[in-house]
């Protein structure tokens, strides 16, 4: 793109962005409303995007998840590499695959859809959904036990889907062959290019408002304002050396407590942050790609530091990341990366964790630490047809300076909803027996940690599989300033005579009979100060507005911890 140095005054460039962050949070509802699995039409595990015409990502949806900006900016990276002089009105290209595409892993479908303006490439509509499935080993695609991206998946390049306006019927024919439940895929693939093509049209009328000049020196001037603020913020940071360490329990394939380290320096408006020291990628598939430990950065500093900044290429540009080629943190071919958030919200801790002392009113202790995958599969009695149920949940928020942890919710680099009981026993021949906060498993503190999720589901006249994985189930999470540590999360098997096992976490697959049941448990949060100058008789506020003692809020909405 040829970089218009033409001025333009900060009143059109405020407008501009917000007429394109519009087109993006309607591209967002529009596929989430579209959509087939409850994954993306009731949790939203969905994002998306506008792109100009050289990549740099300019806007993303306010409601999209952290950790799929870098998966977007990966695949521009390379379709245009891959594409130059090959992109035309009509087209829309697919990808996921972390290692040739850019991707973070297989389940997260990227598209990206051309816009032209008079004939001229001017930028893309973006998103990315996660599926439900895309074949692989397990159901869900997503729960250990694999040892090469092989066993993850389909594996899709950056390929055209549809060319100058034409579906190519033969490999979504291909697509869907690979696939469990294939009706489903289907849907939600065709609910992500009906986003695209709203997409287009938004932008086309944009475009035809304020000209091609002016959107694109106000691409130009989004980016750099950004850029400006989040150096502005850093600015704010003493200047120093930070360092901190935490492990992750296991791969699911015999390492256990896996290093991850950092060491941040600060300096004259600079940030590097030095992962050496971290483990060697592992067997199992908790390895990231290094565009997935740049998501986990940037979103970091954006809670840290301005957690109003908007999301765009300013942002992506900023901080210095070194990661060994090979790492856990920038694995290689042909390593496995299904459960990727799970290091990645593990990145995010290490890195508070490290500036908790220089920033300590914004700092939290640990939260959850975990994306705990539930994935249940059979045969639906009611249609005689195969299911699978994918969700992931949430747990504790970490204690802060001012308020205790969140409980019960999605954090970090996630951001995905709670999935409803009444849309689980609706779409599903699943019955939730029961659905709660776990007593005492948010840590202690001044401010203490917020409560994991407990949720007993049992299959209704089929017997069915269970698979998952989770994290924070050996090493918990910890308290901050004095904090106590959070409780660890678990998976519950429980027989039809009401004995109860604990399975591993990671893999854990179990086959669940009609009489029996399978119980999650999320891990809780961190604490932060010590728990002696906890004030019993705080009051705390409700998100409805209501006023709650905190030793009230201690006392409800909670269920006792599962016996073993």
Partial sequence: MKKHKAAIDPITVEIVANGLRSIADETFIALMKSAYSTNIKERRDHSTAICDCDGRLITQAEASLPIHI?????????????????????????????????GT???DINMAAPVFHRGVLVGFMCNIAHHADVGGMVPGSM?????????????????????KGKLQQDLLNLIL???RVP?????????????????ERRMHEIFDTYGAPTMIAAFNEIIERTAKRMKAAIASIPEGSYSFSDVMDDDGLGTRDIPIRVRIEVKGGHIRFDFTGTSRQVPGNINVTLNATQAAVCYTLKALLDPGVPNNQGMLNLPEIVAEPGSLLNAVFPAPVAARANTCQRIIDVIIGALANALPQQAVAAA???????????????????YVYLETLGGGFGGRATKDGTDGVQVHITNTSNLPVESIEMEYPLIVESYGLIEDSGGPGRYRGGMGLRRAIRPVGHNCSFNGAIERSTHKPWGLFGGGGGASGRFLHIAGDGKATTLPTKPSSVRVRSDEAL?????????????????????????LGGKFSAAYIDRHYIIPRAAE
Avoid at 190 to 199: D, E, K, T
Avoid at 528 to 539: L, M, V
Wanted: a negative charge; proline letters at 6%; glycine letters at 12%.
């Fill in 105 to 107: 892993h297989l389940p």
């Fill in 183 to 199: 009706n489903e895929r289907r849907g939600d693939y065709f609910a992500q290019i009906a986003a695209s093509r709203l997409g």
């Fill in 519 to 543: 119980i999650v448990e999320s891990p809780g949060a961190g604490g932060y100060g010590p728990p002696s100058e906890r004030n019993r008789d705080a009051i705390a506020t409700d998100s």
């Fill in 177 to 179: 062959l690979n696939v």
């Fill in 70 to 102: 870098a998966s977007m900016t990966g695949l521009m990276t390379h379709l245009i590499s891959e594409f130059s002089g090959d992109i035309h009105e009509g087209d829309i290209f697919i990808s996921n695959d972390p290692h040739v595409a850019g």
């Fill in 368 to 386: 959850n630490g975990a994306n705990t995958t539930a994935v249940f599969s059979g045969i639906d009695p009611r249609t005689n047809s195969h």
């Fill in 143 to 163: 729960a250990g036990g694999m040892s090469e991206i092989y066993q993850e998946g389909l594996r899709l390049p950056v390929i055209k889907l549809f060319r």
